[in-house]
């Protein structure tokens, strides 16, 4: 596995490079044909005939994912393709096609004899191909991606509207309070001291390469645990609801304050939006988002006063017009679930950030 890491990741930095170097001397553009012609040569000289011990087809996917990164930024969807590093990237290699899985083990190109695995969760569906990674705590994994039939939850008629913020990750509009576990906080001891001590090991020695192994392994904890946090929310809020709105933040824009930033990147909003829209078309919900500039938390949701002073520090208000009391965060949640319904009955202002439900029939999923 170790060589199948190492020959893929050659295989894009090795072209990655030939496509620079081709574009700068020459003014031509390589395309995937290009590389996979030379790739075979390649494999034919004797100084990378240890190519051949590889599964061909991984290599050739290698190289499909090169040209896709390459599609992506001359669509202005990404940035351009940089070179991978063995101390830095989790490593994965791909197998497009002759994936099964028998008797508990998995059979792959060069693996015949199959690999002992734990499956977590039962395999459906056509098998179309198979992504081998390995993680920085030196964990494999392999996601099988299946092509299926997804049967969608009941439908419901209730809607929700969802504020997210940092005390409480998720206040709705039906009164529920999704709290904040603040992951990042509570393993910030023990990350802090792992890394004190992968400082004091010297560069190269054994200890310090098992240390880096430790550091990893809280970042690991860290990632897991919120990102298992997050399914729980969304999972729960897409099977109650018919339809989800949520507000469009400018998260990269309210990230650079320096005093919110670590709160804000350990809350995972643009997460929770992502989910959140994915699992609601899986599903047939309406998912929304309304206007990042519309005041929902100056807005009272009884009169629509607009208090124009309101602070950060004010979390509970009176509206002077109609004297209700608010509590900050849930009259947002209400005030953003009115807002959707109009943008949805038409008599609001229309956005473009609107996802229709789309057919459930024939996803593929990354089991």
Request: glycine share 4%; hydrophobic share 30%; with cysteine.
């Amino acid at each position: 596995m170790g060589k199948h890491f190492g020959s893929t990741r050659f295989c894009w930095n090795y072209f990655l490079a030939k496509r620079k170097e081709s574009y700068l001397e020459h003014k031509k553009t390589l395309n995937y044909y290009d590389n996979a012609k030379s790739l075979t040569l390649l494999k034919k000289s004797n100084e990378f005939e240890w190519l051949k011990e590889i599964n061909s087809q991984s290599l050739q996917a290698s190289l499909k994912d090169l040209d896709t990164a390459y599609g992506s930024f001359f669509k202005k969807q990404a940035m351009f393709p940089r070179f991978k590093s063995k101390h830095k990237s989790t490593d994965s290699f791909r197998c497009p096609q002759a994936v099964e899985i028998r008797h508990g083990k998995l059979s792959i190109p060069k693996f015949r004899e199959g690999i002992k695995i734990n499956i977590h969760r039962e395999i459906t569906g056509k098998i179309l191909f198979a992504t081998i990674s390995r993680t920085p705590t030196d964990k494999f994994f392999a996601s099988i991606t299946c092509e299926t039939e997804h049967e969608a939850l009941p439908q419901t008629d209730k809607q929700i509207g969802i504020d997210l913020g940092i005390k409480d990750l998720a206040i709705c509009s039906d009164g529920n309070v999704f709290k904040n576990p603040r992951v990042t906080k509570k393993y910030a001891k023990k990350l802090t001291y792992e890394q004190r001590q992968f400082s004091k090991k010297k560069n190269g020695s054994g200890k310090r390469f098992k240390q880096k192994r430790k550091v990893a392994a809280v970042h690991e904890k860290i990632k897991n645990t919120r990102k298992d946090n997050i399914h729980k929310i969304t999972n729960s809020i897409i099977s109650k609801n018919q339809t989800v709105i949520i507000e469009d933040l400018n998260i990269s824009g309210m990230i650079k304050n320096h005093c919110l930033s670590k709160a804000i990147a350990d809350a995972s909003w643009h997460e929770i939006s992502r989910q959140l829209k994915y699992k609601a078309q899986w599903n047939k919900r309406e998912f929304i988002k309304i206007d990042r500039w519309f005041p929902s938390s100056k807005t009272c949701n009884v009169c629509n006063f607009i208090k124009q002073d309101l602070t950060l520090k004010d979390r509970v208000w009176t509206c002077p017009q109609c004297k209700t009391v608010l509590d900050r965060d849930l009259n947002a949640s209400k005030n953003i679930l009115n807002q959707g319904l109009k943008i949805l009955s038409g008599s609001g202002v229309e956005s473009d950030l609107k996802q229709k439900p789309v057919e459930a029939s024939g996803l593929k999923q990354s089991l």
